[in-house]
């Protein structure tokens, strides 16, 4: 089939999907006239109605007034680029579904997709020109609340603002629990042990998501507190395996615990009263810039060593993880950064990148951690490259107590 972007469209499929989008409005910016027209019209096809534009601040001014909810940005523009578009929608606060197009190479529309991602921007997809129109039509009428940036909240989502005093509230009501999320072995699928993920439950039920009440207990310093009672609770409720089986179970650590010298013996002692092995115990830290001081850092982690705790670098492959922190830190596994193993499926960089590491992870003997699984494809991928470790939601989502000890395990038909 030849793809096309400037060929009329078949009227196969309009009609329903006119009225499943008849609040959609699309705004494109490029600034070749007869694609962002054809763009507007296969889109009018599928109900949108539709606007373009080859201007960014006549698009931009527009985002403002008309409140488009898919907009679709060519990245080459006469006189802006579209990463400086993205940025400028960023600092909107803008929450419409992000299309991007680009005629430059996969290379550069993934990390252009990369970019409007981590500026909490919704991205729903890219397209390569020139493009098929189905490819197209799939990006409109996906259902774009399934597309909500994972790690991050959505900018304006409807959680209720935290303040430092509402945390000292619920410190105070001791109202963090744990949830636990599987991780298997690739090669045998077997369950291999759990990480254990903070909650914060509302009454009324909203649910408040980790890294922003981490990240907030992290700047007012109730880190400290908060940590020793989201272990607390996830020591005195661990899923019966952990025990029977003597799995692993992982725990998240903030940088600045590492500061805290009196948390390594309250964790031993934690674990010595509940009977639990420190080496059952892998600390995941995330390399932040707050680790200013690489002494102190490589003590700090080296004295969870000495107790016998394993430690794991969590995202490994973005922020400030390096090679040489992974060289000269005490870590025994390496977890890959869920942004690479998401896009496994669609992203060759992604793949080659994944390989790489994995075979980084097993030539320096550190256990290698796949998080964000979501399909059989990739888990496949990933035991075929050699890595350890898989996690995510087509394994299992994150349990509380009673529904982790009852995970039955996993089974999967190979995709090959
Ligand atoms: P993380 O350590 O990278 O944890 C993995 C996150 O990815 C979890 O989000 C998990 O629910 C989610 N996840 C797992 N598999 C998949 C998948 O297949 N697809 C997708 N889309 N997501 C998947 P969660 O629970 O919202 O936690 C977010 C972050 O909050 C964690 O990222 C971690 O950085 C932080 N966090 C959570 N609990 C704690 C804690 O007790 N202490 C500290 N310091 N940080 C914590
Ligand atoms: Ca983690
Ligand atoms: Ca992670």
């Not at 006469?78 to 190479?105: F, P, W, Y």
């Not at 908060?226 to 799995?247: C, D, F, K, M, W």
């Amino acid at each position: 089939m030849e793809p096309l972007f400037y060929a009329f469209p078949s009227q196969d499929g309009g009609t329903s999907m006119s009225e499943l989008n008849s609040k959609r409005r699309l705004l494109v910016l490029d600034d070749e006239n007869d694609v962002a027209t054809t763009i507007c019209m296969m889109a009018a096809m599928t109900g949108y109605e539709t606007d373009h534009t080859d201007d960014a601040d006549t698009f931009l001014g527009k985002v403002t007034s008309w409140a488009p909810t898919h907009l679709a940005i060519d990245l080459q523009l006469a006189h802006r680029d579209g990463i400086e578009v993205i940025h400028q929608l960023a600092k909107m606060n803008c929450t419409a579904a992000l299309i991007i197009i680009s005629g430059l190479g996969g290379r550069i529309l993934d990390s252009s997709a990369r970019a409007a991602s981590e500026n909490g921007l919704r991205l729903i997809g890219t397209l390569s020109k020139p493009f098929f129109r189905a490819d197209l039509v799939a990006l409109l009428t996906c259902d774009t609340s399934e597309t909500l940036p994972d790690e991050k909240p959505a900018l304006g989502a409807s959680f209720p603002p935290i303040s430092e005093a509402k945390l000292a509230e619920a410190l105070q009501a001791e109202v963090f629990v744990a949830h636990f999320q599987p991780k298997i072995s690739c090669a045998s699928g077997e369950l291999v042990g759990f990480e254990c993920l903070a909650r914060w439950n509302q009454q009324g039920g909203d649910m408040i998501p980790p890294d922003v009440f981490i990240a907030l207990a992290e700047r007012t310093g109730q880190i400290h507190e908060l940590t020793r009672q989201i272990y607390h609770y996830a020591l005195s409720n661990l899923p019966g395996q952990v025990v029977e089986a003597e799995l692993k179970f992982a725990l998240n650590l903030s940088p600045t615990n590492l500061n805290d010298e009196t948390f390594p013996p309250w964790l031993l002692s934690q674990c010595q009263g509940r009977g639990i092995a420190p080496s059952q115990i892998i600390l995941e830290v995330t390399e932040t810039a707050s680790m200013n001081n690489p002494l102190a850092l490589l003590e700090n982690l080296t004295q969870f060593r000495i107790r016998g705790f394993q430690l794991s670098i969590d995202d490994f492959g973005v922020g400030y993880s390096s090679l040489v922190q992974l060289a000269r830190l005490p870590f025994s596994e390496l977890k890959i950064d869920q942004m690479f193993v998401k896009t496994l499926v669609d992203s060759e960089e992604s793949r080659k990148i994944v390989t790489a590491v994995v075979g980084l992870g097993n030539s320096l003997g550190l256990t290698v951690v796949a998080e964000g699984v979501e399909d059989a494809w990739t888990l496949d991928f990933l035991r075929d490259i050699g890595c350890d470790t898989a996690q995510g939601f087509f394994i299992a989502e994150p349990k509380d107590k009673l529904a982790a000890t009852a995970w039955k395990g996993f089974s999967w038909k190979t995709t090959q």
